[in-house]
Nanobody, 119 residues
Framework: VQLQASGGGLVQPGGSLRLSCAASGSIFNINVMGWYRQPPGKERELVASITSGGTTNYADSVQGRFTISRDNAHSTLYLQMNSLKPEDTAVYYC??????????????WGKGTLVTVSS
C-alpha cells in the first residue's frame, strides 16, 4: 500500500485546511485508516481514524473541530480541519492498518505534510 498525503500549509488561527491522502496498491485489505501528527519536539500522536465500516474516532484535542472521511471510490482519505489553533501545528501523516486473522498488524505510512497555524 502506498500513501500520498497533501494539503498542508500555513493558515491563521481560526482558519481551515483539508488534508488528502491518496491510497494505492492492495487497499482492499485495509481495516483502518487514520491521520497522525507529530508536533515539533514531540512524539507522534493519533488525530483521527476511520474503519472500513465507517466508524470514526478522534483525539479529545480535535473532537468537534476535525472531521475524518474516506472516498472509497477514489481511494482517498480526508481530514477537514476547522477552527485551527497554534497547537495544531505539526507534520501530519496518513496511516493505513491491516489486521490479520492472528491479530498481527501491519502499518503503512505516507510521507508527512506540514501544517503550520500562525498569525
Amino acid at each position: 500500500v502506498q500513501l500520498q498525503a497533501s494539503g498542508g500549509g500555513l493558515v491563521q488561527p481560526g482558519g481551515s485546511l483539508r488534508l488528502s491522502c491518496a491510497a494505492s496498491g492492495s487497499i482492499f485489505n485495509i481495516n483502518v485508516m487514520g491521520w497522525y501528527r507529530q508536533p515539533p519536539g514531540k512524539e507522534r500522536e493519533l488525530v483521527a481514524s476511520i474503519t472500513s465500516g465507517g466508524t470514526t474516532n478522534y483525539a479529545d484535542s480535535v473532537q468537534g473541530r476535525f472531521t475524518i472521511s474516506r472516498d472509497n471510490a477514489h481511494s482517498t482519505l480526508y481530514l477537514q480541519m476547522n477552527s485551527l489553533k497554534p497547537e495544531d501545528t505539526a507534520v501530519y501523516y496518513c496511516n493505513a492498518l491491516r489486521v490479520f486473522s492472528d491479530s498481527s498488524r501491519l502499518n503503512f505510512w505516507g510521507k508527512g505534510t506540514l501544517v503550520t497555524v500562525s498569525s
